[in-house]
């Protein structure tokens, strides 16, 4: 397929990419800065701003889907969204946040006491990014929370799917690699499962 991906220089946005080009995608990397970004055969780079559609536009026509990979603090949902439709692309894809899930008590991450403060910020606009897809009805959407633990590790291809819930192991930890992220993410780029629908993964 023919990928766009905005945020192709973070932390999260460079594992999609390795694991796209692995699975032999092409991909049109976008972000602010690009020179950071090594040239790697399938990956075509782009400076834009995800902040500006008229120009982001553009750059996603003839793309199949578009996956947005860049900071919530960073984002404008209602922007992303026009530029999509205004490229025709069908299928947007989110790299979400965990705050929004639910944890035992039924009340979402975010909300629970001792929600680190330092992360409200980059949660709060997370979770309202997820709620302006939801009233989305023309694009096929879909947001992959990670687990609360969300750091670079190894890809093990290990790992299981939820819900709306916060995934967590037998010892009550809730954590994911990025590159197994990636890994579940792809999944559902190419085998789509979860049509305007958030999901999430954890080890």
Known sequence: MK????????????????????????????ARDVNKVAARPGLVLRAADALQPTKLTPLLVGHDVVIGATRFVASDPQALIAAVKRAAVKRLMVVGGAASLKVASG?????????????????????????????????????????AEFAPGERTGKFRLGGERLLVDAN???????????????????????????FTVGY
């Not at 991450?109 to 023309?138: C, W």
């Not at 990636?182 to 305007?196: G, M, N, Q, T, Y």
Request: hydrophobic share 40%; net charge negative; charged share 25%.
């Open 3 to 30: 990928i766009a991906l905005i945020g192709v220089s973070g932390r999260v946005g460079s594992r999609l990419l390795t694991e796209l080009l692995r699975r032999g995608h092409s991909v049109t990397g976008i």
């Open 107 to 147: 009340q979402e991450l975010l909300d629970s006491s001792g929600f680190p403060a330092a992360y409200k910020a980059e949660a709060e606009a997370g979770r309202a990014f997820l709620k302006v897809l939801q009233s989305e009805k023309e694009l096929d959407w879909t947001f992959l929370s990670p687990s």
């Open 172 to 198: 009550g930890k809730s954590s994911i690699s990025m590159e197994d992220f990636a890994i579940a993410f792809v999944d559902e780029l190419e085998v789509p499962k979860h049509s305007r629908q958030r």
